[in-house]
């Protein structure tokens, strides 16, 4: 159901739907959001009389009799963020869908801590599309290429083609060298990932995840010492997957907060990204066939600018 619209994006942000449950429990609307929503009751009483609740009608005062079954929207007061201090590029525009070349640290879609510095927010009030959605998603800490849907009408086509694995994408990441390690390899396990633990991990089981590593290029660097470029190939979508592999390769790709050890790095640093790049897409348009590719134009530093990066992950 879409949002009333009296009601309409805030800084590229729809409002939140809130479903009223099938009960006859209480007599108000208002009485049933102050055991909703984590604030006072009387801050709730301040947004129904600032008009901050809406049903598809517009405003609802604070005595508008209970809906059983029905839906309010508003919108959530924005946490504090720290500004992401770099900017998104639009690679690829057409009638159906929108593909941005994410920076390092902008998270795909709000979520938690990360509202407006996010890439779906950012491109909807930069771009003016109000109903712009991602297909896919980046973790935040990756850099690259990320497909946005432009209507709301084309989202299913488009989800349907990552569901179904028909868009091809490769990624470029930048880890230490390891002679001993074959030029090309494939990597298949099973990864889990439970819900509340932020890291996921590799058991035993049959595979669910696989990708093909492909070394690029190898030189021995001044400021890092022996470093590698690699092509890698997911053939499965799995959280943290790419990270995953490398690190059990033993060659964990440089800047990885999470693998092999988890460390503890505030949002607001963004000094030493990791370096993983999302480097190409490429899909068949789900109507005519044509297939569309597009490439990021974005680098990675630890292999640009060694001492740049090597900087970047001194901290105090």
Do not use: C
């Not at 504090?80 to 770099?86: I, K, R, T």
């Not at 980046?138 to 086509?157: C, H, K, N, S």
């Not at 049959?206 to 092509?231: F, K, M, Q, S």
């Not at 190409?280 to 990021?296: F, I, Q, Y």
């Amino acid at each position: 159901m879409r949002p009333p619209a009296s009601l309409p994006p805030r800084l590229g942000l729809d409002p939140a739907r809130m479903r009223l449950p099938v009960s006859q429990e209480w007599r108000t609307i208002r009485d049933h959001v102050v055991t909703r929503v984590p604030l006072p009751a009387g801050e709730v009483d301040a947004m129904f009389a600032a008009g901050r609740f809406h049903d598809a009608r517009g405003p609802l005062p604070a005595d508008a009799p209970y809906v059983s079954g029905g839906s309010v929207w508003f919108h959530r007061d924005l946490p504090d963020e720290a500004p992401v201090p770099f900017g998104i590029e639009v690679v690829h525009r057409d009638e159906d869908v929108l593909v941005a070349d994410k920076p390092h640290f902008l998270a795909t879609i709000p979520r938690g801590r990360h509202v407006r510095e996010t890439a779906l927010v950012r491109l909807r009030d930069e771009h003016g599309l109000p109903d712009l959605s991602p297909a896919h998603r980046l973790d935040r800490v990756t850099a690259g290429l990320v497909l946005f849907v432009v209507r709301r009408e084309r989202r299913g086509a488009y989800q349907n083609l990552f569901r179904d694995r028909r868009v091809e994408k490769t990624y470029t990441a930048v880890t230490r060298y390891d002679a001993a390690l074959p030029p090309s390899t494939t990597v298949r396990s099973r990864i889990v990932k439970d819900r509340g633990v932020i890291t996921a991990r590799e058991v035993p089981g049959e595979p669910n995840a696989e990708t093909r590593v492909e070394l690029l290029e190898h030189r021995d660097d001044a400021h890092l010492g022996p470093i590698a470029r690699y092509r890698l190939t997911p053939l499965t979508g799995r959280t943290h997957q790419l990270r995953l592999h490398l690190a059990s390769l033993g060659v964990p790709i440089l800047g990885d907060p999470f693998y092999p050890e988890l460390r503890d790095v505030p949002l607001d640093d963004f000094r030493a990204p990791l370096q993983l790049l999302a480097t190409t897409l490429a899909w068949p348009d789900p109507r005519t066939g044509e297939r569309r590719s597009v490439s990021s134009r974005r680098t990675l530093q630890a292999w640009d600018d060694p001492a740049g990066w090597l900087a970047g992950t001194a901290r105090e």
